[in-house]
Every structure is written in C-alpha cells, then in structure tokens.
C-alpha cells in the first residue's frame, strides 16, 4: 500500500460536496506559481511571524499575481475574439469561463492593484511610525520576488488559475487580518 | 392466464425487493463529508455500508495525505468527532494545502476524497440569540423588533482568521414557510413590523463568506409579545383588507357613473334606439353653421347650390363682375356689362347689403320675393350723375334694404352674424331711414381691389358693397348712379383738409372715404394710404359727433351734388344702447336739420325719422 501511488478513479466520489475537478493529488494540476512561497498555513503561524515578514509576504503575493492577472485578461478576450470554428483546445477552455468573464477579469485587476497600493501605503505608514522595521529592505524586494515568481503563470490553464488565484486571494485576506489585529494594540491578538 | 401472469410479475418483484432489503446487494462504506467548523482543525465522516456483514469482519480505516507527504497516513483521531469519524486537530490540518483521504479495509479501497481545508469550511450555529423590541406601531398591531446573536464560539472571529455571513429566517408559529433575510456580515437584525398579536420563530445559520455553504441552523428562537409583557388591544380579527367595503364601494361607483353617462348620452341614446328619419337636407349645408354665423360658408354653400343660384342670379356675369380688379382693362366689357346688370339683375341681386367684402354679390339676405315695381326706378343704374334719379332710387332705397323687410332676421342671414346683438330698427318704407343691414365686419379696410374700388368711389358709401355701376376710362369705378360727379368733387377735397379726430384712432367714414376718393387717382399707392386711413373704421359716438359737426356742413351740402345714390348701405357697428353706425351718406336726408355726422344716427333722432 505503501509503494502504490493512489488508484485512479476506483471508486466513484459524490461530487456534490466538491467541486468537480481533477482529485489526483499526485498530478501537477494545480500547482500555483506561488506554491513555492513558504507562507504560514496555521492561524498560529500566521501569528507568530514577525510582522515585518508578513507584510513583505503579503506584497510579494500581490505582486506575483499582477502580471499573470493582466496575461489572464488578455488571454480571455484573445478567446472572446475567436470565431466558433477555432480550435478545439480554444473552445474547451473558453467554456469554461462565464460570459462575463472579461470584465470579472478586469474587476479582479483592478482590485488587486488596488489592495497591493494601499498596503505599500500602510507598509510605509508601520514603517514610518517604527511598528516595523525596514530589514527586508522593504517593498523593493518583494516586488522582485513577486516579478520572479509570475513569469510560472503562463502555463496554468484557466480553471488551475482561477483555482490558485482565490487561494491566494484568501491567504492574502487571512494575512491581513492578522496582521490589524497585531498592529491594534487594544486586540488580543 | 393473464391472471397468473399478473401474479407472477407481482411475486418476482416481491421477491426482488425482499432480496434487497436483505443485503445481498452490497453497499460499500463511503466518505460522507469532510467539514472544518473554523478553518483550523477539519474532520471527515463515512458511513458503514453493510460490508461487515457480508465479508470478512476488518477495521475500517481512513488515510490521509498532504500533497507533500510520501506516504498515506492514517487518521490521528477517531473518536473526539464520534463514530466513523474521523478528526483532525489543529497540528495536523494546514490551510490551503491540498489533501487527500482514502477509507480503506486492509488493502480495500473503498472511497477516496481530495480538497484542501479552506473549501470545506462550515462554521457552526451560531449562540445565544435574543431579541428586544425597538417600537410598536400606533395602532398598537405591529412592531419592530432587533434580534442579536453571538458567533459561533468555535470560529475565532474576533482575530479575524475567519470572516462569517449571517443569514436570518423568520416565521410565524403555526406558518410553515420561513422568510428568509439576507445574508450579512453583523450579529444583529432588525426586523420590522411584526403582529404582536402573533409568536414568531426565529432561527439564524452562518458560512464562511468566501464559500456557498451555510453551516447549520442555531437553535429557534420563540419571540412572544405577550411574554414581554407588551400591551396588545386585542383584535377578534385581523384588520385585512376589506374587500367587502371595496366591492360595494365598486359597484356604486359603477352605477353612478353608468347613470351619468346615460343622462349625459340621453340623446345619443335614444339615437341609438330609435334612430330617427332622415330628413331632408340641403347638402352641404350645416345648420350649425347658420346658428353660427358664419356667413362666409353659408354664402359659399349657398352659391354653389345651382338652384339657389338660378333662383338669385339670370345672369352668372353679375357674380362674375363683381369680382373686378381695378386693373382689368376691359372696361368696356364692364360697361355693357354694367348697364346689363343695372337693368336686369339690379333687384334681385343686391337687394341687401350682405354687407361682405367677397363681393360676390351672393348672400343676399333678402327674401327673393321683392316686388319689382319697387325697382322700376332702379333700372337707371347706369351712368348717370342724376340727382333726380337719385332721389328716386333713395325712396326706393329701403326697398332694397333688408331692414325694410318686415322680419329679416330670418332672411338675413348676415344678420345671423351675432358679432353684436343689435336690436335692429325696423323701418317703414314710407320715410324710413334705410336702415343698412347691419355689418358683420367692421373692417372696412380691406385690402381687395374692390373694396378699395367701392371706396375710392362713394365717398361717404358703403364699403362692403356698391354696386358698379360704371367704370370710368380713369380707371376708377362709378359705383352707383351719380358717383362721378361725387367722384370728381372728392378730388378736389383733400385728405389732410378733414379734420380727424385721432384721438382715439376713430375716424368718420366719411372723412375716411374723401381721403380714399382723393389718393384715390393716385394710383401708386392707392391701397396702402386707404389702408392707412381706414385702420380702424371703429366709430364711436364721440368721434362721429365731433367730426360729424365738422363734416356735417359737408355733408349737408354733399348730398345734393353727391350724395351717392347708394342702392345699399351697411352698418359698420352697431352700438346698442346708442344706436348704429351708418356709411355717411348713405341715408337720404330728409331734414337738413338732421345731421348726419357721418352716418351716425342716434336713437333719438332715429324715433323722430320713424314716426
């Protein structure tokens, strides 16, 4: 049991309570390209690290995903703008995405920019008031480690990148609110 | 044998249902769910199957894998989260990293699942719900109460490792279907306008907010007004919407408006029931239009009715004549034509003064029936100044005048103009004044050629018609015997010699008729300056009083030399409580004394004309 890797498909899984998707884990689906980052998977974690490490993990994460974000819109309207006899690998993923899905794209974008503004806004603020300090040399290097990462993203296939997208997003959202509770002093945290 | 085939189908699916109820079918145990209630510790459930009884008596277990293990692990803890559970605590689960489990019997795989931990997030019921009442309505009947609630204990909310919906469903005690609010981020809700005389249930569920799923239901909280010691003026019945008073209220509505509409339609009604015979009409013609006045159509609609017309005219050249231009050259034609007219159709046709500027000569507004004996005299419309002949036709005038008639007002129907209700003098023949039928139009200035004609050539005439009775090689027309001498003098009396009263922009006829006749030869701008002097041929009593004096002597002496021989005159206006407004000259004068101050005869001295 030990030797074998995990049948296939032996049985079959009720899918109501899951998505339907690829279940293997031994395959590569799903691999994000920020698999890589080593970011704190329990609340304890996310606690105990300093906060200068989990405001530099945070940007770096919106950071990696600006560029596969403005790849993924461009790519939806590149599908968009195919006429109906286009190649089958075009049509199968073009269904997968909702009509409206340009827009969503671009909402998304727009978003995320949008949150990775303001926190380089409070990073400079804690920074400035000394709640954190400036040894990771600040946004500069999350930037380049968030460049670095993002170039991986070309290969996912839409449903892999929505899927890695909404776990990092909510990392990101779990991220910052540990790190309020721990910059209000008032809050147990 | 259809009988027992019957039978026998029934036994076999008998029997097949007894031999499944009997567990030969085998059922596998299977992973029923995965659930983590906080995002930090996660535990599966399975159920049995019946494969204990079927097999081998085994231990069930279940693996789990992370995806970056090697090797399948087995389950840490399988009692904390009850039978056939399984449970992981918090060093065991890690957030968003994906894991597979597999129930296994030895080397049997019976069911495998993969996810990762942040999908699978079903928070517990929230605690603690209660409810204070915000107000009651004045009626006493409702009342908004705001309901409040605890999170889940479980769900570390607070640091905000976990982020929870709230969604609120509501319902009367002996209702079954619960209305639901939307979903929300806070621990409380008002709820707003509930009977007091009523207990609800309430019950509230959360979910993480990123997911779809709702965890499950809290615990039903009662809401009872009466417990709370809230007063409630106790309706027997509910006030609902009173149909009953709705529907007597419809119908009598409706009855009233259907009664309205039949009295108002009570005509159109009868109309409809019993239509009524058609009567014979004049085509064409509208009563309506008589009633009204109008005598332009009516005119019209009588003209083109070829009886009337052959009843009126002998002679279509008459109407065609009347439409003249002063720039036709063919005065000779006219002249013939004139004579032809003046003899023939001279008492018929004009008999009245329709006093209308279309000149057409229609409308007369005159029975037909006028004796002819009367117009004997008249045939010496011709081109004659001839006083005497003058004085002939004006005793005959009033013959020719609608007021003459004993009743025009049926006969005239320019004297359906109701423009001004005048109380029309009747005249006798004998020494009356002929009355002019009365003008429906004040607006003697009108800019046709013939009004202009008949302007520049009676002085003191009547605008509206004149009957032509020559037309001089001048180019000017005679409009009735014995113009051209009046013409001729007009000349030599200028425009500016008169002195109008321009006080109130009034001007007598008279002075306004000698201002025409004299630009008259002019012949650039004849019509503009008679324009101009006739802009308002308003007359007032004042005006005509003092201008009258001034003209008066002129006018005394006009008469002998001048005085048109008018086979009509109109009235301009009719002012009632003080009489009406003649064309100046155009009553003969019987007295000197008599002044006529341009027409204007008040009603004194018209009661000591008339006897």
Known sequence: MTGRSPPCRAHPRPEKHFPPRDNELGKSARKCHTSGMLTPNRKEYAQKIPREELTHLILKLLQAWKEPLSHFNQHIEHHQELPDDSLSKAKQISKELPDDSLSKAKQISNMVHELKTGVEKVTEKMQSMGIISNSLNGMASSEAAGLSISNEANMMSDSDFIHCFRRDSNKVQSYLKILKCRIMPENSC | ?611
């Open chain 2, 1 to 611: 044998m259809d009988l027992r085939h019957l039978l026998l189908t029934l036994v076999l699916v008998c029997a097949n249902d007894s031999l499944s109820a009997s567990d030969d079918v085998l059922r596998l145990p299977q992973i029923s769910k995965c659930r983590s209630p906080e995002l930090e510790t996660f535990s599966c459930y399975w159920t049995d199957g019946n494969f204990y009884n079927l097999s081998a008596p085994g231990t069930i277990q279940l693996l789990y894998m992370k995806r970056n293990d090697e090797d399948w692990k087995e389950c840490p803890d399988y009692i904390t989260a009850g039978e056939n559970s399984c449970y992981f605590n918090t060093s065991y689960t890690s957030i968003w990293i994906p894991y597979c489990v597999k129930l296994v019997n030895k080397d049997e795989v019976f069911d495998e699942k993969c996810f990762s931990v942040d999908e699978i997030v079903l928070p517990d019921p929230p605690v603690h719900l209660n409810w204070t009442l915000l107000n009651t309505s004045q009626t006493g009947i409702h009342g908004d109460i705001q309901v409040r609630w605890d999170p889940p204990p479980t769900a570390d909310v607070q640091k905000g490792w976990i982020t929870l919906e709230y969604e609120l469903q509501y319902k009367e005690v002996n209702e079954t279907k619960w209305k639901e609010l939307e979903p929300r981020l806070s621990t409380m809700v008002p709820l707003y306008s509930l009977k007091i005389g009523r207990d609800y249930e309430i019950r509230v569920r959360s979910r993480q907010r990123t997911s779809e799923k709702f965890g499950e239901f809290s615990e039903i909280l009662y809401v009872s007004f009466s417990q709370a010691g809230i007063e409630f003026v106790h309706c027997a019945e509910e006030i609902e919407f009173p149909w009953f008073l709705v529907v007597i209220f419809g119908a009598c509505g409706l009855a009233v408006t259907v009664i309205l509409i039949l009295l108002s339609k009570q005509s159109r009604l009868k109309m409809l029931i019993f239509p009524p015979v058609p009567v014979p009409k004049i085509k064409g013609i509208d009563p309506d239009l008589l009633k009204k006045g109008k005598l332009d159509e009516v005119n019209s609609i009588l003209a083109s009715h070829d009886n009337y017309k052959t009843q009126l005219y002998n002679d279509d050249l008459w109407v065609e004549f009347i439409e003249l231009d002063i720039e036709d050259p063919d005065e000779k034609n006219r002249v013939s034509d004139t004579d032809r007219l003046l003899s023939e159709d001279h008492l018929k046709s004009h008999s009245c003064l329709g006093a209308k500027d279309d000149d057409s000569g229609r409308a007369s507004c005159c029975e037909p029936d006028i004796p002819e004996t009367d117009f004997s005299a008249s045939d010496t419309c011709d081109a004659i100044s001839d006083i005497d002949q003058f004085k002939k036709v004006t005793e005959k005038e009033e013959d020719l005048l609608c007021l003459g008639r004993k009743d025009n007002d049926e006969s005239l129907p320019s004297l359906a103009n109701t423009d001004t209700q005048q109380p029309r003098m009747s005249t006798r023949p004998e020494n009356s004044q002929p009355w002019p039928p009365f003008a429906d139009s004040i607006d003697a200035a009108s800019p046709s050629a013939h009004n202009q004609l008949s302007n520049q050539n009676s002085l003191t005439n009547t605008d509206f018609y004149a009957q032509v009775s020559d037309i001089t090689p001048a180019g000017s027309v005679v409009l009735s015997p014995g113009q051209k001498s009046k013409v001729a003098r007009a000349r030599c009396e200028g425009c500016t010699e008169q002195n109008f009263t321009l006080d109130n922009a009034y001007f007598c006829e008279a002075d306004v008729k000698k201002c025409i006749a004299v630009i008259s030869h002019e012949e650039d701008e004849p019509r503009v300056q008679a324009q101009i002097c006739n802009e308002d041929t308003y007359f007032t009593t004042e005006s005509l009083t003092t201008t009258g004096i001034s003209l008066g002597a002129s006018t005394a002496e006009t008469p002998s030399p001048e005085v048109p021989v008018p086979d009509y005159t109109s009235i301009h206006i009719v002012h009632s409580p003080q009489g009406l407004v003649l064309n100046a000259t155009a009553l003969p004068v019987p007295d000197k004394e008599f002044n006529m101050s341009c027409g204007y005869v008040s009603t004194d001295q018209l009661n000591k004309i008339m006897p």
